[in-house]
């Protein structure tokens, strides 16, 4: 991973260096008619807010998105983020449980804690 921003219009950004920026995402729909789109996407709310240390609880992936994004440098980039960096992207664009989200955004916020979630 190169950097990580905020952007106004797109929310979380994060450049992966070898990686285009195209992501196959194409839209489907499930056998039952209902749209999976409508699983997707950044104002999803995790079943369960992660408190913070400081400040107000992170109550949506564009929430722990944005908490991530303006964190200092050294902190994102460090090893215990980058699989909550993972999960957030993959839980927002592909869609999922955002139980994996949150589980990796609690690790690294309490990263002694380890396994216990």
């Known amino acids: 991973m190169e950097s990580v921003w905020l952007d106004e219009i797109r929310g979380l950004r994060i450049s ?3 990686h285009d920026g195209k992501w196959p995402v194409p839209p489907s729909s499930s056998p039952s008619g209902v ?3 409508l699983l997707r996407g950044r104002a999803r709310r995790f079943e369960e807010s992660i ?3 400081e400040g107000p609880k992170l109550v949506t992936l564009m929430v722990a998105g944005e ?17 909550a960096l993972e999960a957030l992207i993959l839980v927002a664009t ?7 989200a ?3 955004i609690t690790r690294a916020l309490e990263p002694s804690r380890g396994a216990r979630v």
């Not at 592909?94 to 994996?100: A, K, Q, S």
């Open 16 to 18: 992966i260096r070898g």
């Open 35 to 37: 749209e999976i789109g």
């Open 51 to 53: 408190p913070r240390p």
């Open 67 to 83: 908490y991530i994004a303006r964190l200092p440098d050294a902190v994102h980039t460090a090893a215990e983020w980058q699989p």
């Open 94 to 100: 592909l869609g999922g449980p955002t139980m994996f």
């Open 102 to 104: 949150r589980i990796g």
